[in-house]
C-alpha cells in the first residue's frame, strides 16, 4: 500500500508487519482529528479490545494544525502541536491496543478541496489493504466541515469498491454534534458500557487537547451517560453508555443517492414527529 502523503505515519502497536497489521482488520474508523476516533467510535475499539478474531484500525486524516490551545501548551506552535498529536494518538492506539493506527497528515484544506482526489485514494488504498467489516465516520450532520469533508471523501472512496469488497455496516458518528434528534427508530444505539476504565484513558492520554482548554474526557463520559439514560423514558437503562450512530450503509449501497438528500430525510423526519405530536395534543 502506496499513501500519497510523504508525512503519512503508520504504527503498529504490537509491531506485526503493517501489511499483515491491516490485513486483519475487521473494524475500521475514518476520523478527521487526533482524538475523533477515542470519541465518536469506541464501540469499534471495545468490540476489538482483547479479542483474538477482531481488529480495530484507526485513521486519522488531518495533521491536526489548528486546534485550541491553553496552559502549558498556549504557546506551542502548529507544527509543535502537530508533533505532540501524533504522539498522543499513538499512545491511544496502544492503550486501545489497535491493530493499526495510521495518520495521513493533510491539511483540513486539502481534505475540504472535493476536486483533491490524493485524499479519497488514500483512504481507497487502506480500504482495499483492510477490507473491514464495519466502518465507523463522522455523521454528515457534524457541525464541523472537516468532519464532514472527511466523510465525503470516505464514501467516494466506499463507493469505488468492488461491490463484493464493501463493508457490511457503516456507521456516522457523534462528535461536533450528537444525534439524539434522530427519531428512534432511525438511532443505531451503540452499547458503549465495558472497559470504562480503558474509555477514559482513551480520552485522557490526549493532554493538549484537555488541558490545552477543552474537557473532552468529562463531555464524552457524559454524552454517553445521557445517552443510555435518556434513551427510553419508559423502561429502565439496559447500558450505562451509549453512543448514537446514522446508518450509512445505504449510501454506500445506493452511489446515485446524494448524501445531502439522505442525511436531511432524517430531519424532515423529526419535523413530521413533532409536528404530529404537538397537533395530536391540541397544539
Known sequence: ?????????????????????????????FSAHQDDIEIMAYHGVLECFGQKDKWFTGVV??????SPRAGLYANYTDEEMQKIRLVEQRKAAFVGEYGCQIQLGYTSGEVKDAANITVRDDILAILQAAKPQVVYLHNPADKHD???????RAIDALRALDPAERPKK???CEVWRDLDWLPDEDKQ???????????????????????????????????RLANATYFASHAVDVETALTFAMDLTPLIADPALP?????????????ADVAGRIQKLGG
Open 1 to 29: 500500500m502506496k499513501l500519497h502523503n510523504p508525512h503519512a505515519d503508520v504504527f503498529v502497536p504490537d509491531r506485526l508487519e503493517a501489511a499483515a497489521a491491516l490485513a486483519r482488520t475487521t473494524h475500521i474508523c
Open 189 to 223: 444505539a451503540l452499547p458503549v458500557s465495558g472497559h470504562s476504565n480503558i474509555a477514559a484513558a482513551l480520552v485522557g492520554v490526549f493532554d493538549s487537547q484537555v488541558v490545552g482548554g477543552k474537557r473532552y474526557d468529562l463531555a464524552t463520559a457524559g454524552r
Open 146 to 152: 472537516t468532519h464532514v469533508a472527511v466523510t465525503l
Open 259 to 271: 448524501v445531502s438528500e439522505y442525511a436531511c430525510r432524517f430531519i424532515d423526519k423529526l419535523r
Open 170 to 172: 457503516v456507521y456516522g
Open 61 to 66: 486524516v488531518t495533521n491536526g494544525a489548528g
